[in-house]
């Protein structure tokens, strides 16, 4: 029955194959583990895209690596390491240099200041009104006057800066580094 052959073939077309797929999996997952573990915290931390996009293309390698049967374990691990030996580098170079971090990371950007929304810096950023007050309501504000400053960070968490912790927003050291700051202390900025 040429039926039964095509639905034993679509579920199983060799045990051998089968055997090869679980010792591929078990194997690439403990070497993974261990490469992650060994790159440190930042790996498997809150992410900025370039960590998103070396976790990403772990992910698609070791998929690859453990059910493509011309793909050699060995080659795979071999790129999983490159690519966690790259994030490694690229990590120390925005420590060492930090005009290079600015390539890679995203611009910490204020979308609320001073009881406002900043509607031009949320635009650019494609952040709602409602995730800024989610983020507020989160800290356990209840009114926006209460709020000194809402930021979005290079990982996209928001943060809330209340008027009772800075105690000047004119003098904020926090904020000094972030891109649409000195263009709100003087004012200048586009009308909320």
Request: aromatic share 8%.
């Amino acid at each position: 029955m040429p039926e039964a052959d095509f639905f034993q073939d679509l579920l199983i077309s060799d045990w051998k194959g089968i055997l090869r797929v679980l010792v591929s999996a078990m194997i690439t997952y403990v070497v993974v583990v261990c490469l992650v573990r060994l790159s440190g915290k930042r790996s498997a931390s809150q992410m900025n895209n370039f960590d998103w996009i070396v976790t990403v293309a772990i992910g698609s390698i070791v998929g690859s690596t453990i059910v493509i049967r011309d793909l050699p374990l060995a080659e795979g691990l071999s790129a999983v390491l490159a690519l966690l030996a790259a994030q490694f580098m690229v990590t120390k170079a925005t420590v060492y240099f930090p005009g290079f971090s600015s390539l890679l990371r995203a611009a910490p950007v204020i979308v609320f200041w001073n009881g406002e929304f900043v509607r031009s810096a949320m635009k650019k950023q494609r952040v709602t009104e409602q995730e800024v007050l989610s983020a507020i309501r989160k800290r356990g504000v209840h009114r926006l006057e209460q709020v000194a400053a809402v930021v979005i960070e290079a990982d996209a968490r928001l943060s809330v800066l209340l008027k009772e912790t800075a105690e000047s927003l004119e003098r904020s050291e926090t904020l000094e580094r972030v891109k649409n700051y000195s263009s709100l202390v003087s004012g200048s900025h586009d009308a909320p």
